[in-house]
């Protein structure tokens, strides 16, 4: 039985795509926080 059946595949594939949402879910929270930050610095600014 090799290494690379199906079953594998899947699982490692599964693994990779779920790591890669988690890491693009990250940024984007990270942006908004700084969107959020940067709109609050220029609000307090302007006044």
């Known amino acids: ?3 690379n059946n ?3 595949i899947k699982a490692h594939n ?3 795509h779920k790591a ?3 890491k ?3 940024e984007i929270a990270r942006n ?3 969107k959020a930050i940067a709109k609050k610095f220029n609000d ?3 006044e």
Do not use: T, V, W, Y
Request: proline share 0%; glycine share 4%; no cysteine.
């Open 6 to 8: 199906a079953k594998n």
């Open 44 to 46: 307090n600014k302007s």
């Open 14 to 16: 599964d693994k990779l």
């Open 20 to 22: 890669q949402e988690n």
């Open 24 to 26: 693009k879910a990250k």
């Open 32 to 34: 908004e926080k700084l």
């Open 1 to 3: 039985m090799g290494r």
